[in-house]
């Protein structure tokens, strides 16, 4: 760079040193200008186009960082917007079958929210939203239109405890629907239960359904408990080994309702 500049600073002071040797016109003035001063205003040009280039490439960016910004904040919100509008249609649609069920059965329920669940392995209970304000108390049957959820064992101002069928505590007296064969079922602390002091004469087979028998005096007669999951039958023994596959879905429990009392 340093030899280019010195190069034509010496290739001008020639040119002005043999110029100055004649007259020189007015042309020979303004061709000699236009030589001297064209090489710098070209570099200057060309700097001040590279300059215009690299701030409106850096102005551009920071343009689209802000941008990208504000699009993924509007994202985030419409995100969450889209979530809860699922989360409202799918509870509406709980909801709706909480109301059939209520309108096709003569008593009064209370309806709550499962707020919490035992995280222990030992037991299997669920807190709910509604207490003694709203009417309820101890020994009070818990349902969902499925079937049944569990009986309430401890009641505070605005929460209650509920033991479900699952918990190896409960016991549910019970029948078979197609055969009427009776039973108890009981929850073993897991996602089945069995359904235990059925003589080993009595037909039980896979798929048969079993309701409430409603002779336990808690839960009323006709409710939904579960299918048979698995029999079998050891000759050694009295009663039958039955498993049963329950008809609520307790990992997805988020709603219940509280039979009160038929009016």
């Known amino acids: 760079m340093l030899v280019g500049v010195g190069f034509f600073v010496a290739v001008a002071l020639t040119v002005i040193t043999m110029s100055s040797r004649e007259t020189l016109s007015a042309a020979n003035v303004e061709r000699l200008s236009i030589t001297l001063t064209s090489p710098f205003q070209f570099v200057a040009s060309r700097i001040i186009g590279f300059t215009e280039s690299v701030w ?17 904040r509007e994202l985030s919100t419409a995100q969450h917007t889209a979530n809860r509008c699922k989360e409202l249609e799918l509870e509406n649609t709980r909801l709706k079958k909480f109301v059939n069920f209520q309108n096709s059965v003569p008593a009064a329920y209370v309806a709550a929210q499962v707020i919490a669940r035992d995280p222990s392995p030992w037991f299997k209970t669920i807190i709910i939203d509604k207490g003694e304000k709203d009417g309820l108390i101890k020994g009070l049957p818990v349902l969902v239109s499925e079937g049944i959820v569990g009986q309430i064992i401890k009641v505070a101002g605005s929460f209650s405890q509920v033991l479900l069928i699952i918990d190896r505590n409960s016991a549910v007296d019970a029948l078979i629907q197609e055969t009427r064969v009776r ?25 048969q359904v079993i309701v409430s028998s409603g002779l336990d005096q808690v839960f009323p007669k006709g409710l939904s408990i579960g299918t048979v999951l698995d029999v079998k039958k050891n000759h050694s023994q009295l009663f039958q080994d039955i498993i049963i596959k329950t008809a609520v879905d307790f990992d997805k429990l988020e709603e219940v309702l509280v039979y009160k009392n038929a009016d």
């Open 183 to 207: 039973g108890m079922v009981k929850g073993n602390n897991k996602d089945t239960c069995s359904f235990v002091y059925t003589l080993r004469k009595d037909l039980v087979e896979p798929g």
């Open 56 to 72: 409106q490439t850096y102005f551009s960016c920071v343009l689209a960082v802000e941008e990208n910004q504000v699009l993924r």
